[in-house]
């Protein structure tokens, strides 16, 4: 089914897909909220039952999905009707059935908002606040639909339902929420938790992210290290039908440890490109608050991977911070509480794995695999080069002294290194062409040598560039800066 682009008209009797002109209602009454109501269930519209569910405000735009379709499949007809006035307020569709409780509301345009959908910039428009009257034969009914107000009184998504049958009611609601998860916009994305750039928001949001393209040979680690991770995570997914059946669980934890900028997160990207058809949900910095809500997502989109990076932002012993730290409990509950069954990869990463809560690292049940991303060695440092050098020219006459004087740092560091290499001869190449005016061709070969790398080396090595070693993950790491 195709997202629907716009709300259908406030006034409009809708059969069949096809707007046509509301009848009068014969009452003789302004077109109060009230009074359409009443005019649509009955003079005892108040004192009908109202079924009703609420979602964290991610969910609107999958509400609004379930919604819709629910919608196309409507035997009758419906109208849709937009409200002015309310935000900030709080009520119900059993106040709105009320003569005089909607006062400072009234109809209105129905508002919507734009609500993203997909990694490619895909939209779904949602409404804010609007009543949809739907009749069949005998059977009316009213759904009340309501947005989040982060700043309001309204923090959830709402969807309230009354009905001349009250089982007609509570199905709707049921087959709308189930229509909504099926057809989810989270299913098979790569999503990540946005606490706003104003503050964190109570429900959170959600961003869509490119499920990243890695092959094995863009990721460089030494023998055996990657072959237990993929066995664990890839190897359970591919034969979880056989596991399942021969009474094996699903559910696992990975923890990925070692120094920054040894490769943690390349391999969780690597990870994530192998598993398409897998849902997963990143939470790292200040959107760590958003555990539950992220297992509820791993949990409802199974085949499911939730990757906490740096999760000894929250998993510190308890030690350190008594009683300050109720996420680590959280997230322990959450890894305790999933039924074998259940599809869901945790994969937590950290560069403190010393700090961590025992709990958390060894016991059983929560982490299954734990494995260190160490320092490249020298084959790994060799490969590194190759691999970052990109379409440079990479005319070394002794590769082994690159390898030697690189000791001790990390994959970030080797990243950086080529670069710093290739300015040094592009600047080179300016100065041999009248000074620096000239530019080499943007498509030509640009060659890089010895001399470039020990001159980026020098730079990167030397004592006034120490800081810089360490956010490139290299510490105290690397050759000194003396002459090749």
């Not at 609420?54 to 409200?83: C, F, I, K, M, T």
């Not at 104003?198 to 429900?203: C, M, N, T, V």
């Not at 890839?234 to 669980?249: F, K």
């Not at 300016?430 to 730079?459: F, I, K, M, N």
Request: charged share 20%.
């Amino acid at each position: 089914m195709s997202e629907r682009g716009s709300v259908r008209a406030t006034v409009g009797f809708i059969s069949a897909g096809k707007p046509t002109p509301r009848p009068d209602s014969g009452t003789g009454q302004a077109n109060t909220i009230s009074s359409i109501l009443i005019d649509h269930l009955g003079q005892d519209a108040g004192a009908l039952p109202v079924t009703s569910g609420s979602w964290p405000a991610y969910e609107h735009v999958n509400v609004q999905g379930g919604l819709d379709r629910w919608l196309e499949s409507w035997p009758g007809e419906y109208e849709v009707h937009g409200l002015a006035g309310f935000r900030h307020r709080m009520f119900g569709l059993a106040d709105l059935c009320q003569p005089g409780m909607e006062s400072g509301m009234a109809l209105a345009g129905v508002p919507v908002s734009e609500q993203p959908s997909g990694p490619d910039g895909q939209m779904r428009s949602c409404v804010q606040c609007g009543l949809y009257l739907l009749s069949d034969g005998d059977l009316r009914m009213v759904l009340l639909l309501r947005g989040s107000d982060q700043r309001g009184p309204q923090p959830d998504v709402s969807l309230e339902i009354a009905a001349t049958d009250p089982g007609a009611a509570r199905q709707a609601l049921s087959e709308i929420g189930e229509l909504g998860l099926r057809h989810s916009v989270y299913r098979r994305q790569v999503v990540s938790f946005d606490p706003g750039v104003f503050g964190p928001r109570r429900g959170g949001l959600l961003a869509f992210h490119q499920r990243p393209q890695m092959t094995r040979e863009q990721l460089v680690l030494p023998d055996g290290v990657l072959e237990g991770v993929e066995r664990q995570i890839l190897g359970v997914a591919r034969h979880r039908e056989l596991l399942l059946a021969h009474g094996q669980h699903l559910k696992r934890g990975v923890l990925l440890y070692g120094a920054p900028g040894v490769g943690k997160t390349h391999t969780v990207r690597y990870l994530i490109s192998r598993l398409p058809e897998v849902s997963v949900v990143i939470l790292s910095a200040s959107a760590l608050q958003f555990i539950q809500q992220a297992c509820t997502i791993a949990r409802d989109l199974q085949p499911a991977m939730l990757i906490i990076e740096d999760v000894d932002l929250i998993g510190e012993e308890r030690g350190a911070h008594p009683g300050q730290n109720p996420l680590l409990f959280q997230l322990l509950n959450e890894m305790d509480g999933l039924r074998d069954d259940i599809d869901v990869t945790f994969v937590l990463t950290t560069n403190r794995v010393d700090v961590l809560e025992p709990a958390l690292a060894s016991r059983p049940g929560r982490i299954d695999h734990a494995v260190e991303i160490p320092l490249p060695d020298a084959e790994g440092r060799r490969a590194l080069i190759e691999l970052y050098r990109g379409s440079l020219d990479l005319s070394l006459a002794n590769p082994d002294e690159v390898v030697r004087r690189t000791e001790g740092v990390t994959a970030s560091f080797i990243k950086e290194l080529l670069r710093r290499a290739a300015l040094v001869a592009v600047e080179e190449a300016e100065e041999a062409e009248g000074g620096g005016s000239a530019q080499p061709p943007a498509q030509g070969s640009l060659r890089v040598t010895d001399p470039h790398l020990h001159a980026a080396l020098d730079v990167l090595l030397g004592d006034g560039n120490a800081l810089t070693r360490r956010l490139l993950g290299a510490g105290g790491g690397g050759g000194r800066a003396e002459s090749a």
